[in-house]
């Protein structure tokens, strides 16, 4: 079972990818040719890792709030 801790360095794991992906991104951009497909991997990807920093903090709201809530059932 995982912690509260896992899940809030979890989230701020995702948080650090999606930085670095936004930097690589407009890095890129600034190219005089830059490589869309790439630039659209990278999109993709930050996507990806919203969506998980979406399901963590869920994860983490019930962990904090408690299995046995009556809303939970």
Do not use: C
């Not at 991997?41 to 963590?56: A, P």
Request: glycine share 6%; proline share 3%; charged share 45%.
């Amino acid at each position: 079972m995982t912690n509260k801790q896992s899940y809030r360095d979890q989230i701020e794991s995702f948080k650090a990818n999606i930085r670095e992906h936004l930097l690589k991104i407009d890095k890129e951009r600034k190219k005089g040719n830059p490589y869309e497909g790439l630039i659209k991997k990278w999109l993709g990807e930050v996507e990806i890792f919203r969506m998980e920093i979406k399901k963590s903090e869920k994860r983490l709201y019930r962990k904090i709030k408690g299995k046995g809530a009556p809303n939970e059932r």
